[in-house]
């Protein structure tokens, strides 16, 4: 059984291959100048296999046990490749779904690589507004998150701004923003900044004021200073509470950029996938979405790689 789960993605792979090349492409689509589809899938099956072989073979050299046996992601990549070979049928091949809609994947994943250019430098636009807005909504929400489950006076003054400012969707703060900021940019950084900054501070100061008091009073005993209670015994107790503050923050955040894009900017991811949707350009418009999904999911997997590493000593006690 495990021999044919290791074959499956090589199967679906042959068959997706030999229905792109010999059955022909519906008269009503327009053609592309190359199968794109075939080249992507014949180089993600290598890639698949290669870098499985490739990390089975570290492991034996470094005597590690995998965590996964080989070929773990075997029946889920042939199920990917099944699903992508059926929506190139009911498109270019047999044209039953809307023609305008629903593009080739050849044009689609052709996009990608005939606007390299353009979508390269709406990537590095994105991601420039999206440091400064997270960057900036993480370290407000972090230290006030800190005053707040320290201080009870910080917390009077603070917590009742927060419980009416925080449920705002930061989207509805934009007709304000225009006004106050005289660029665009600074407004959409503002925006994202928002969209972090709830979540960092209300996790923040929960999982601070949720440290137990007798690690601060073992602290106090032992002639800690406040600055090391902070820093040394509650920040890092509250850690897996922050990090939880930081993924909704940075989640918020994309979908703040999405919206934070269509305020006047010249570029930028969510501006071309918009910009793409007037034209009509749908295979941009899938492309622009795919685009997205990679990137956040490098995004997302950094920082969970991140976490794993930060919150090494609670691994296994808490899953989320």
Known sequence: MKKINALLPLISAAAAVAVAFAVPDSSLHQKS?????????????????A????GNAVNKKKKKK????????ALFLAGVILFFNILNILTVKTALLPVLYFPA???????????????????AFSMQLLFKGVFGGLI???FMGIAVGFSKTAAYWINPVIRVLGPIPSTAWIPILLVVFAKASSASAFIIGISVWFPTVVLTSSGISNVKNSYFEVSSTLGAKNIHKIFKIGVP???????????NGICGSFVALMTAEMIGAKYGIGWYVNWQKEMMAYSNVYAGLIVIAALFYLIITILFKIR???????KGVIKW
């Not at 995998?66 to 992601?73: A, D, M, S």
Request: negative net charge; contains cysteine; glycine residues 8%.
């Open 237 to 247: 107790a509250a850690m897996p509470s922050i990090f939880l503050g930081l993924f």
């Open 105 to 123: 994947l050849d044009r689609v994943f052709g996009t990608l690589v005939e606007d390299r250019e353009l979508i390269g430098k709406c990537i």
């Open 51 to 54: 870098g499985a072989l490739i």
């Open 33 to 49: 100048a190359h199968p794109y589809f075939a080249y992507l899938i014949i180089i993600v099956t290598v890639i698949y296999y």
């Open 140 to 142: 407000i929400g972090f």
């Open 66 to 73: 995998p965590e996964n046996p080989l070929f773990y992601r």
């Open 308 to 314: 794993d590493r930060v919150l090494g000593w609670q």
